[in-house]
């Protein structure tokens, strides 16, 4: 007859034995956003590689994944209640642990999103093992490690805060004194306006009314052509004087610093500097644009920003299936003309007593196209549109067409710069 001993009972650390559903999904959501802020650093530092994020991310990553892990943690939570049992500490390792992976996978962007899932259940059950075998060690970990990394999120959020304060602030002080009556110049960039669709240039629709009004006025180029398709290069060569072959730059790589920039040289002779991009893709600080101004606003401190901020965030409302089941047309973490004037309009109040540089970049004209009323139906029907991303791979009818053309019209101009140039 075979003696059967009983193996060890791990027990859980906690007073009925159940694992800390919250404290759980807390310390995953934590981890996950400081291991997304490792790749993100890593790529970038490390590999110079151009990320479309600003610093804020160093918070707000973090801060996302508490949003997006508390759905799971809730029905963790109330399962448990209802059915104690079913929700052991491999459970919810398992169950927190598959977010965490596949907020990580999914970064590359380079597996089907099937392949994803399947990869990171497959981590999440084999580390859940491994937890569960420490789980002693584990949960202490965990209780001591999330206050801190609480405290963590709060001082970079207020280090950050304080240090742009104070930079702008010594940088201020510390400029030359302008020269008498120095004149203000404001540069306006209107991303992906074309000519042949302004009534400053002939278009048969109403579309530049207070460009046209400008231009009565002062001087007018006929013959001025961008030195780049694409957004950063022909950014870049018009804040440096410089052709785009010139400098260096790509897809995943800023502009350098080997050509002086218009605002370095205005910034040495006394001017405030300041910026304010609404294409955050490649006007943004991070695209060395951003050199030589005194002050700059790409990114928004928002609670859309802090979802953007997040891979998983990024993929998730990027989706078009997902915008439109929320009855978006864009991401929702746009900024729109509107926002470039009020932003540029409050640095205004405070900083009128020097002659200013001040960049404006407008981003309404790109897809996807959607103005606000009463511009939305300025130039006819807009919608529905089966394809507002402008995807190349769709066949679009006549009807399509002619709505995409009907809203890219609607945002020319009279709604992104009405603030500024009424």
């Keep these: 007859m075979l003696n059967r001993t009983p193996g060890p009972v791990t027990r859980l650390p906690s007073r009925d034995g159940r694992p800390p559903i919250g404290l759980l999904t807390v310390w995953y959501a934590m981890v996950t956003g400081w291991a997304t802020i490792g790749a993100l ?3 970038k530092l490390l590999r110079h590689r151009y990320q479309h994020v600003d610093i804020d991310v160093l918070w707000m990553a973090p801060v996302a994944y508490l949003i997006f892990f508390a759905a799971p943690g809730l029905i963790l939570a109330l399962v448990a209640r209802v059915r104690p049992r079913w929700i052991t500490l491999q459970v919810a390792s398992t169950v927190l642990g598959v977010l965490a992976f596949l907020s ?24 859940s093992r491994i937890l569960v075998r420490h789980s002693a060690s ?27 304060r104070v930079s702008e602030r010594r940088a201020i002080a510390a400029a030359p004194r302008p020269a008498p009556g120095a004149p203000n110049v404001l540069l306006i960039i209107l991303d992906t306006v074309r000519a042949m669709s302004l009534s400053l240039y002939g278009y048969d629709q109403p579309t530049t009314p207070r460009l046209e009004d400008i231009a009565s006025r002062g001087v007018r180029f006929d013959n001025a052509i961008a030195p780049s398709p694409w957004t950063l290069p022909t950014h870049a060569s018009i804040m440096t004087g410089r052709w785009v072959h010139e400098l260096n730059m790509d897809w995943r790589t800023p502009l350098d610093g080997s050509a002086p920039t218009i605002a370095e040289e205005l910034g040495s002779r006394g001017y405030l500097t300041a910026g304010f991009a609404a ?5 943004s600080a ?20 802090i979802i953007r901020n997040s891979p998983l ?31 540029f309009l409050r640095w205004l109040d405070s900083n009128a007593e020097r002659p200013f540089f001040v960049f404006l970049n407008y981003y309404d004209a790109h897809a996807a196209y959607d103005a606000p009323p009463p511009f939305s139906t300025m130039f006819g029907p807009t919608g529905p549109r089966s394809n507002p991303d402008l995807s190349p791979s769709t066949q679009w009818s006549q009807t ?3 709505r995409n053309q009907n809203a890219y019209n609607a945002s020319q101009p009279p709604f992104g710069t009405t603030g500024c140039l009424g």
């Design 41 to 43: 650093g890593y790529s």
């Design 104 to 127: 990580i996978i999914i970064m590359p962007g380079r597996l089907h999103i099937s392949a994803q899932v399947l990869l990171a259940t497959g981590l999440a059950v084999l580390s």
């Design 138 to 164: 584990f949960l202490r970990v965990v209780r001591r490690t999330v206050t801190p990394s609480a405290v963590m999120i709060l001082l970079i959020f207020a280090g950050l805060s304080g240090w742009q």
């Design 279 to 283: 294409n955050t893709l490649y006007t």
């Design 286 to 305: 991070e695209s060395g644009l951003s050199r030589g101004f005194i002050h700059y606003e790409d990114f928004p401190r928002s609670g859309w920003q």
């Design 313 to 343: 965030g990024w993929r998730l409302f990027a989706n078009l299936s997902v915008r439109r089941a929320l009855g978006l047309i864009q991401r929702p973490w746009r900024i729109h003309g509107p926002d470039i004037n009020r932003r």
């Design 400 to 402: 399509e067409v002619e």
